[in-house]
């Protein structure tokens, strides 16, 4: 038997505070849409790489939600016939080769003990100089993130495209592989603005916060 705790009414009645819930990837899409890089767009796509990968589209600052009411999600669009196996039953899903989770373990190999922090870009892009095996894992990484960025832009269609989560503080070194999965034959043109975040961990926690005074005043229109 399913039972389902009704957390809002419970946190808002606790709290006497205005309380709402969201997908992660959605409340982090909002704070950037109304305090960051995505401002001002009719149709902004949020691509987070982190752990997994995290999508969310807002039209006109609304979320894209499947019939259901769920969240669709995105990261487990197959990008590549590689036999590695998805937790959703798939093979070669984006998340599976996109996420930071591949470019540490590729990473692992090569370089042990690289730890994930505010260096990381400085490190890396040293190692990538110096080291013609990282310099490929990272080309390799960018034409992974844009496979499935090539299918999300050709479907959706966004003004902008925010990349956020660790692995997008890293474009840089892997805007090369990313230009050249995104490569059309002339005339057959996407949307290819794709800019990082401008709020860093602080989006989804922001947005969040939106939450209560977006739903407000949607309802009172
Ligand atoms: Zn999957």
């Not at 470019?103 to 922090?117: E, H, N």
């Not at 990349?163 to 490569?183: E, F, K, R, V, W």
Request: aromatic share 6%; with cysteine; charged share 15%.
């Amino acid at each position: 038997m399913l039972f389902l705790f009704p957390l809002v009414a419970q946190l808002r009645e606790k709290l006497a505070i205005p309380v709402a819930i969201d997908n992660d990837a959605v409340v982090a899409a909002l704070g950037e849409y109304h305090l960051g890089a995505g401002r001002g767009s009719k149709r902004m796509m949020m691509v987070t790489l982190g752990t997994g990968i995290g999508v969310a589209l807002l039209m006109d600052g609304e979320p894209l939600r499947s019939a259901d009411g769920r969240h669709p999600e995105a990261g487990h669009i197959p990008i590549a016939s590689d036999p590695v196996n998805c937790y959703c039953g798939l093979q070669g899903c984006w998340e599976m080769l996109a996420s930071r989770g591949w470019l540490q373990q590729a990473l692992a190999r090569q370089i042990p003990d690289l730890a994930w922090d505010s260096h990381t870009l400085g490190v890396l892009s040293e190692m990538s100089a110096a080291s013609p095996r990282v310099a490929e894992i990272l080309y390799h990484y960018g034409q992974n993130v844009g496979r499935g960025l090539n299918t999300l832009l050709t479907l959706y269609g966004p003004d902008i495209t925010v990349l956020s989560g660790s692995a997008a503080t890293l474009l840089p070194l892997y805007q090369s592989g990313l230009d050249a999965a995104l490569n059309r034959a002339e005339g057959y043109s996407l949307n290819r603005l794709i800019v990082q975040a401008a709020l860093g961990d602080a989006a989804g926690a922001l947005g969040a916060a939106l939450l209560p005074a977006l739903r407000e005043t949607r309802h009172s229109h």
